[in-house]
């Protein structure tokens, strides 16, 4: 059984992993808007809003996660310019939605996007 694990593993390693969702959040960050499959999608939501949910707070500390978990450029993006974007909402930072499969393999395919 499968009890108290938590997220999706996409046939991968624990730094693979990671560093796949940092470089997905580096990039709608960056984009405002990516393509991906659904699986991956979800799971960078959940990433990206509690990226967001603690930059919101504006302060040193939140500053220095934000930069342990993405790039300077994406971190900087994130602290001056989404945060203060989504001061007064409360959650819901992302939106998810799906196109259709993908050609080659029939891959179910999302749209993620920064509402």
Not at 84 to 92: P, S
């Amino acid at each position: 059984m499968k009890h108290k694990i938590k997220g999706r593993q996409f046939k991968r390693s624990k730094s693979q992993r990671k560093a796949l969702l940092k470089h997905l959040a580096e990039a709608i960050i960056l984009q405002k808007k990516i393509t991906t499959t659904t699986a991956k999608a979800k799971e960078l939501s959940v990433y990206v809003e509690k990226l967001i949910t603690v930059a919101k707070k504006q302060n040193l500390a939140s500053a220095k996660e934000a930069h342990s978990k993405l790039s300077d450029q994406a971190a900087k993006k994130l602290i001056k310019d989404i945060s203060k974007k989504y001061q007064k909402r409360n959650g819901g930072y992302t939106r998810i939605i799906k196109i259709g499969e993908r050609k080659g393999d029939m891959a179910e395919m999302a749209v993620i996007e920064l509402v």
